[in-house]
C-alpha cells in the first residue's frame, strides 16, 4: 500500500475501534483485525497462504497480498452487524429513487475531497454507510441527502438544500474534517462523533457504548479498507499490463 500524506494516518488506529466494538455488538460473521510492520492496520474477511506470500482479502475477490513476515499482529474478531441503539437514531429512508451510481458518486466526492485533503474513498464510504448513495434519503430524525446532514447542522455549514447532492457532499465533508481536526486525525473518534455527535464522545471520553454508533465506526472503516485494498488491486494490474510486451 502506499502512503498519502494526511490520508495515510487516516488508514492506522483502526484496531481501538475494533476492539472497542466487538465488546458489545451483535455479531454478523468473523473478520480479523491485521496489523503490518509499515504500521498500517488492515481488517480482512479471511486470508490465504502461498508460500512465502499471503492474501488478505476484503471479501470475496479484492485482496492485498504481502510478506507473511509483514504480519506483525493480528486478532480475530467479529464484524457487528447494523443495529440501532443511539438513542432516536433510525436507518435512513429514501423519499423517492435517486441514486447515484458510484461513478457519479466518485465524481462529486472530487471536489470536497481535495479541497478538504480527504481521500475520496473514506468519503464515499461514509456515503454508502449514511444514505447508500440515495440522494433524496432521509431519517426519521430529520437527518437529510447522501451524508445524512441534520437541519441544524446543515444550516451552520452554509448548507442551504440538503438535497442538492453537491452541497450536501460538500457540507457533509467539511463536517467530517472539522471533528478529524478537532480529535486530531483520529478517525475512529471523527466518525463516532458524526453518528451521535461530539458532545456523546466528549462525554465519554472515547466512543460511546451505543451498539449502532460501534457498528457505523467500524463498518465505515472496514468500507474503507476494502476500497483501498481494491484500488491497489486495480494499480497493480495496471501495471502489469504496461510492462507485458504485446504478443
Given amino acids: 500500500m502506499v502512503g498519502f500524506g494526511r490520508k495515510t494516518r487516516l488508514l ?3 484496531f481501538p475501534v475494533i476492539a472497542l466494538a466487538s465488546l458489545a455488538i451483535p455479531c454478523a460473521r ?3 483485525h491485521i496489523t503490518l510492520a509499515n504500521g498500517f492496520d488492515l481488517i480482512c474477511d479471511h486470508r ?3 508460500g512465502s506470500r499471503v492474501r488478505l482479502y476484503m471479501d470475496d475477490s479484492n485482496f492485498v497480498e504481502v510478506d507473511a513476515a509483514e504480519i506483525t499482529e493480528s486478532e480475530h474478531f467479529d464484524l457487528p452487524a447494523i443495529a440501532s441503539a443511539v438513542p432516536g437514531s433510525a436507518a435512513p429512508q429514501p423519499m423517492q429513487e435517486s441514486k447515484l451510481s458510484d461513478a457519479e458518486l466518485h465524481e462529486l466526492l472530487a471536489k470536497p475531497s481535495a479541497a478538504h485533503n480527504l481521500d475520496v474513498d473514506l468519503l464515499a464510504s461514509v456515503v454508502k454507510q449514511e444514505s447508500g448513495g440515495q440522494v433524496r434519503a432521509i ?13 441544524g447542522t446543515a444550516a451552520g455549514l452554509g448548507v442551504n438544500d440538503a438535497f442538492a447532492p453537491g452541497q450536501n457532499v460538500s457540507g457533509g465533508t467539511a463536517y467530517l474534517d472539522s471533528l478529524l481536526k478537532r480529535y486530531h486525525d483520529n478517525l475512529a473518534l471523527a466518525l463516532a462523533a458524526y453518528n451521535a455527535g461530539p458532545g456523546a464522545v466528549d462525554r465519554w471520553h472515547g466512543i460511546p457504548p451505543y451498539r449502532e454508533t460501534r457498528a457505523y465506526v467500524a463498518r465505515v472503516i472496514h468500507e474503507f479498507n476494502r476500497r483501498i485494498a481494491a484500488r491497489g488491486k486495480t494499480s497493480a494490474v495496471n501495471l502489469a499490463s504496461a510492462v507485458t510486451p504485446n504478443r
Fill in 139 to 151: 431519517s426519521r430524525t430529520g437527518a437529510q441527502g447522501l451524508m445524512q446532514l441534520m437541519p
Fill in 12 to 14: 492506522r488506529r483502526v
Fill in 30 to 32: 468473523a473478520a480479523e
Fill in 48 to 50: 490465504v497462504a502461498d
